[in-house]
């Protein structure tokens, strides 16, 4: 909804995190509760940078083609070695922030195991060195351990609020 992407500059990735990670936790979190929270902030941040990853990793299989056409994406812009590097630590901000969750108890102490979703991204990371099946596969894991790691946050929130029973 932002649009940012069209502003160019790698600005769309920022879009994605805000439009799919924090407006809509936060702003669900909003109409549910009336209020705000730091802990709905900080919940919104693995989902949004999975998310923005999913994107930025898109970028890697059409890279040669937008450059050609003068294209600016962040692969382009970085070029490709150092926007792997970026993508390297980007992961490693989705497992933080995790990790993070855990230990303030944004998500229960036993959610820190999704943050070992993002291993065998960064190996299918280390792994794509510029065929386009090498990207397929980096895409296919990236998506796998978003979708797993969202699983085991979604369990350990329900097993959290089924004990509070």
Do not use: C
Not at 70 to 89: D, F, H, N, S, Y
């Amino acid at each position: 909804p932002l649009r940012l992407a069209y502003v160019g500059r790698g600005l769309g990735e920022l879009d994605i995190l805000i439009s799919f990670g924090m407006l809509p936790l936060v702003g669900s979190y909003y109409v549910q509760t009336g209020t705000i929270t730091f802990s709905a902030l900080l919940a919104s941040l693995p989902i949004g940078l999975f998310t923005m990853a999913v994107l930025y990793f898109h970028h890697f299989l059409h890279w040669r083609a937008d450059e050609a056409v003068g294209k600016i994406t962040p692969i382009v812009a970085l070029g490709e070695r150092r926007a792997r590097v970026v993508g390297a630590v980007l992961l490693s901000l989705v497992a933080a922030t995790i990790l993070f969750d855990a230990i303030l108890n944004v998500f229960p102490w036993y959610s820190f195991i999704a943050a070992l979703t993002v291993i065998p991204i960064l190996n299918s990371l280390r792994h794509a060195t510029g065929d386009l099946k090498s990207y397929l596969k980096l895409m296919a894991a990236n998506l796998n351990g978003d979708l797993q790691a969202a699983l085991i946050i979604v369990v350990a929130l329900l097993i959290r609020g089924f004990t509070h029973l």
